[in-house]
């Protein structure tokens, strides 16, 4: 992903881990991100459940709380929603890192996910030599706890040098459960402002194929093929 080049520029910075409670609990309002990391909250969302939160690095040489960003729901997923400047950098050299990580599970087993999908609202001004991004990294988990398959990748992001990109998606093959890896880097290189004023994650599912409709598939698949090498000998065939 394209934080991980420039961030290598980076200051010698201060990694804050984050400890939160541990209550077991279903969020149906807006959260503080700060509660949710480490917690035992769940986020229901249709047919979707959001769960298991991690805070897996928090890097930065800027003020930055957790407790500024509110977590609340969209359509198809998780909004995250800064109070105003919150997340943002300015000055040369200064940055945010922020990693964390969650679970989405569908809870009907007729459904699997197919789609991540990852969106910014954010502004740097032009010219000027800074990023906002968010991105992901998607894992199929691997049982029984062998650990994740990467399924790929996305980021979304505002840039003073480059074309903005304010969305991506990736499809991939229909999963029961994803593991989400967000990443959201902040850099400013020069005087130049880099801000999000949010973000959100995405997901769509599809239905799970009926065993019957695997088995008709598969059959016709299996008299397709038939047909090609039956077709394939008749043009061999000497007349």
Do not use: W
């Not at 400047?85 to 050299?93: I, K, M, R, T």
């Not at 990736?170 to 999000?196: H, K, M, N």
Request: one cysteine or more; hydrophobic letters at 45%.
């Amino acid at each position: 992903m394209r934080f991980l080049a420039r961030l290598r520029h980076a200051v010698p910075c201060l990694a804050v881990l984050l400890v939160a409670s541990a209550a077991t609990r279903s969020a149906r309002a807006d959260i503080l991100l700060s509660d949710l990391l480490g917690s035992s909250t769940t986020i229901d969302v249709g047919s979707l459940r959001f769960e298991n939160f991690t805070l897996d690095l928090l890097s930065t040489n800027v003020p930055f709380d957790l407790s500024l960003i509110t977590v609340s729901t969209t359509s198809t997923g998780l909004l995250f929603t800064p109070q105003p400047g919150a997340l943002s950098v300015s000055g040369p050299g200064a940055f945010i890192n922020l990693e964390f990580s969650y679970d989405a599970v569908v809870l009907d087993p007729t459904l699997s996910i197919d789609q991540t999908r990852v969106a910014v609202v954010g502004q740097v001004e032009d010219g000027k030599d800074a990023f906002a991004q968010a991105g992901a990294n998607i894992y199929q988990p691997i049982p029984p706890d062998l650990g994740f398959n990467l399924l790929g990748s996305i980021v979304a992001y505002v840039d003073g040098l480059l074309p903005d990109q304010l969305t991506d998606a990736l499809d991939y093959d229909p999963q029961p459960t994803v593991r989400i890896e967000a990443q959201i880097v902040l850099q400013s290189f020069d005087d130049g402002p880099a801000g999000l004023e949010s973000f959100s994650y995405g997901f769509s599912t599809s239905a799970v194929p009926e065993p019957s409709g695997l088995m008709l598939a598969a059959v016709a698949m299996g008299m397709a093929g038939m047909g090609r090498v039956a077709s394939t000998i008749r043009a061999r065939r000497p007349v």
